[in-house]
Every structure is written in C-alpha cells, then in structure tokens.
C-alpha cells in the first residue's frame, strides 16, 4: 500500500469547512484513497473513497487531483462533534478484503 | 444502523492471567478483524479472519493471541498469558467487502489494563 503524508494538526471554525490534505504520490493504478476518523478513542469510523473522481456523501467530499498525487477530504460545515483524527489510507480496493494500514494522522480541531 | 459491539468495555487483569476479548460483528459480514491501539499510539492491526480460519496476522499476534468464531455470532480475542505491554485498546471490525459496502465497521473497543 503506498504511504500517505498528512499534516499533524488542523484547527476549523465551527460552521467552516475543513479541508483536509494528504499526499499520496506513491500511489498505484488500482488504489485507491480512503478516509477514516477516530473521536477520542473511540473505534475509527468510515467516512469516504474514491479512485480518481471526485466523491461526496453524506458526511463529507473528496476531491482527487487529476495526477491523483494528492487529495482533500472536505468537511462542509464543521461543527464540534467533527474533533477528530482523520486518516488518509491509500489501498488496493474496494473489494480488498485486507488490513487497514493507520499512520498518525491528522488531529483536526473544530473551534467554537 | 447496525453496528459492531464489544464487550467488555474495561477489563482489568494481572499479568500472567488469560483474557478473552469478545465481539459480535454485523450479522451479513463475512470478514473480521482486531486492531489495538496502546494509548497515544497509531492503531495496528492484530489479525483477519475468514471462513474459520486466519487469512493475515501482523508481527504482534503471536503465540500468545489466537482467535475464534465459537457461534455464528461471537468472535472472540484471546490472549493467554497477559503483559503489561498487552494493555491498549483492542477494536473489533467486520466488513462485507463489496463494491458497495468496502468500508470495515468497528466496535466501539475494549480497554484492555494489565497490572
């Protein structure tokens, strides 16, 4: 799987997006970039994938850059309870049946 | 939603004692697996399983650990002899690993204290 570069620490007004970077410049052809988050020690939680288009859900965006070197998890309305640590996790998938590979991710702070 | 459940919460053992971690995947997952996290650490996966038998194990999961789906609901985290070094917080996840549904689903954990 190849390794993920994410900064340490965020802070985002309440009500603001947050947009989260990672720097996958190793990655493959067939992986593909997910993201987790982990509130307090609480198990981590899935938020979103994506290949190379941009992906939204309900929770959140991922924008892809067309090298696909690097992307952006994007919050839209951060609020409080969104204090967390994201993980940016670059894999083989969707049907891998595989280890998650966590680093430290990214501790983002939502401000009131 | 469905979702993973653990149990115990907390336990508190000595070491040299034998601890059984349990956890009830989603009912229609077919993959499962444990991670650990030692406080302020990164999480680090212990091992998967599927179709009553080990697919991978990392470095930690030795001698010492092994695991089970006793029922068609449990599966359960032993660790035989505890050391202080096992305390951490052990999560269970299971996923269907679809196109559709590729995301692991954990519990909420199990704060494992060796003294």
């Known amino acids: 799987d190849a390794k993920t570069t994410q900064p340490p620490s965020m802070d985002c007004a309440e009500g603001r997006a947050a947009n989260l970077p990672c720097n996958h410049s190793t990655i493959s052809g067939n992986e593909y970039v997910y993201w987790y988050r982990q509130i307090h020690s609480q198990g981590p939680q899935y938020i979103i994938h994506?290949?190379?288009n941009n992906e939204t859900n309900e929770m959140a965006s991922l924008i892809i850059t067309e090298d696909r070197k690097s992307s952006t998890l994007i919050l839209p309305h951060a609020t409080l309870r969104d204090t967390a640590v994201y993980y940016c996790i670059v894999r083989v998938g969707p049907s891998n049946t595989g280890k998650l590979i966590f680093g430290q991710g990214t501790t983002l702070q939502v401000k009131p | 939603e469905p979702e993973v459940t653990q149990t115990p919460s907390h336990q508190v053992t000595q070491m040299g004692q034998e601890v059984i971690l349990r956890c009830v995947p989603i009912s229609n997952h077919l993959y499962f697996y444990w991670y650990r996290q030692i406080l302020g650490q990164k999480v680090e996966f212990l091992v998967s399983f599927y179709n009553n038998e080990i697919s991978e194990k990392s470095e930690i999961f030795d001698d010492q650990f092994s695991v089970e789906r006793p029922d068609g609901s449990n599966f359960t985290l032993k660790i035989r002899s505890t050391k202080l070094e096992d305390s951490a917080m052990y999560f269970c996840?299971?996923?269907?690993?679809?196109?559709?549904?590729?995301?692991?689903?954990f519990g909420p954990g199990t704060r494992l204290t060796v003294t």
């Open positions: 996840a299971s996923s269907e690993v679809t196109e559709v549904r590729p995301e692991q689903y």
């Open positions: 994506g290949l190379k």
